[in-house]
């Protein structure tokens, strides 16, 4: 009897469940949805709320809140910065560490513990790029405060290694035959991300590093600079929000936004959203 009751119990369950899902989905009009944007690059909070007002001009705003809640819940929509959306879940970038870049951070990490570090290698960039470069560097980041003595510390352990080194000084001393170490100071509040315990770089810090720097990033310029935009963008979701507050905190923000809008997946629309 016990059994029955159980089975009974999980059966009502397993059907409220179902009736639930059944009226979420006719509530959030998803088919519609889709249709009333399919050509939209993406959606602001507003494009949304006056979509689900025309269906019902008496739904609250909460009541609105929510459904964009269970959108990106589902998979639907994908939150790209604040009040900001496009089709799709998320694709995030998680860039390959070998064995030599997580050797590096934890040595540093055992000899610098209460350091902030970022480790990553520029041979990730070409994923994005149409001509690849035959050398690359593994760059590590870290607080102004200590790049010198985290510079002297590779220094003894017999790495090449070179400290925000200028165009000259990569022209004449970088080694072609083998990866060298470059130290570069890592700006407060950087967008970082964990790859099993190494902290490395984000999509987003990646793409505004290689604007602003075209001395160490000197084969990611020009066209190819465009490239790697266009398929980071394609590839990978972008949190523009996140991405436009770290170029600001490296004092690119105007530069970068500008560049920005001169690419084919943002025009004017975006520029004006990534303000907000």
Not at 90 to 115: C, D, H, M, Q, T
Request: proline share 3%.
């Amino acid at each position: 009897m016990a059994i029955i009751t159980i089975c009974c119990r999980y059966i009502v369950f397993v059907s409220l469940a179902i009736n639930y899902r059944i009226i979420e989905d006719k509530k959030l009009n998803i088919e519609k949805l889709k249709e009333r944007f399919n050509d939209t690059e993406y959606l602001l909070t507003k494009d949304i709320a006056e979509f689900y007002l025309s269906l019902d001009p008496l739904v609250k705003k909460t009541t609105i809140n929510w459904r964009v809640y269970a959108l990106i819940r589902k998979g639907i929509l994908t939150r790209i910065g604040r009040g900001k959306f496009c089709f799709g879940s998320s694709k995030i970038f998680a860039p390959g560490l070998n064995r030599k870049e997580k050797v590096i951070y934890n040595k540093l990490k055992s000899e610098f513990p209460f350091v902030d570090i970022c480790v990553w290698n520029t041979k990730i960039l070409n994923e994005f790029m149409q001509h690849q470069p035959g050398n690359f560097q593994i760059i590590v980041e870290v607080e102004k405060e200590v790049s010198q003595s985290v510079f002297y510390f590779l220094k003894e352990l017999n790495y090449p290694v070179f400290i925000e080194p200028t165009e000259e000084i990569l022209e004449k001393y970088l080694p072609t035959d083998k990866e060298a170490i470059i130290i570069k100071s890592l700006v407060s509040e950087s967008p970082l991300q964990e790859s099993g315990n190494i902290r490395t770089i984000t999509i987003e810090k990646l793409l505004v590093d290689i604007f602003s720097d075209s001395i160490i990033f000197s084969a990611q310029q020009g066209a190819e600079l465009r490239t790697i935009f266009q398929e980071a963008f394609n590839k990978y979701t972008v949190n523009q929000s996140k991405m436009l507050r770290y170029a600001s905190r490296r004092r690119k923000k105007d530069s970068f936004q500008a560049y920005l809008s001169t690419i084919q997946i943002y025009g004017s629309k975006n520029q004006d959203a990534a303000k907000l």
